[in-house]
Nanobody, 116 residues
Framework: QVQLVESGGGLVQAGGSLSVSCAAS????????MGWYRQAPGKQRELVAT???????NYADSVKGRFTILRDNAKNTVYLQMNSLKPEDTAVYYC??????????WGQGTQVTVSS
């Protein structure tokens, strides 16, 4: 069993910054990629950013240049630093972990609200 515990998020004005983190614990076979997704009301869950064990990153076009994903392999923790936030960034943010045998785990989600 793998547990993902997210923290951070909250309410911020447009143009502000927030960070969220996600720590993986439990029986971890071997983590491959870690990432963040988000889901706004009435919309499908979408990719925000991912990072591999080697630090290769991938970002959604909508967040490039504003968000940064970081990873601490020793702590099995992934971070998302969000700058220049926009109201359209408002969503529940979910972290996920893909292990080396193809199992995918999700966190419980944390709310990020950006006011205009």
């Amino acid at each position: 069993q793998v547990q993902l515990v997210e923290s951070g998020g909250g309410l911020v004005q447009a143009g502000g910054s927030l960070s969220v983190s996600c720590a993986a614990s439990g029986t971890i076979v071997g983590i491959n990629a870690m990432g963040w997704y988000r889901q706004a009301p009435g919309k499908q869950r979408e990719l925000v950013a991912t990072i591999t064990t080697r630090g290769i990153t991938n970002y959604a076009d909508s967040v490039k240049g504003r968000f940064t994903i970081l990873r601490d392999n020793a702590k099995n923790t992934v971070y998302l630093q969000m700058n220049s936030l926009k109201p359209e960034d408002t969503a529940v943010y979910y972290c996920n972990v893909l292990n080396t045998i193809g199992s995918l785990y999700w966190g419980q989600g944390t709310q990020v609200t950006v006011s205009s």
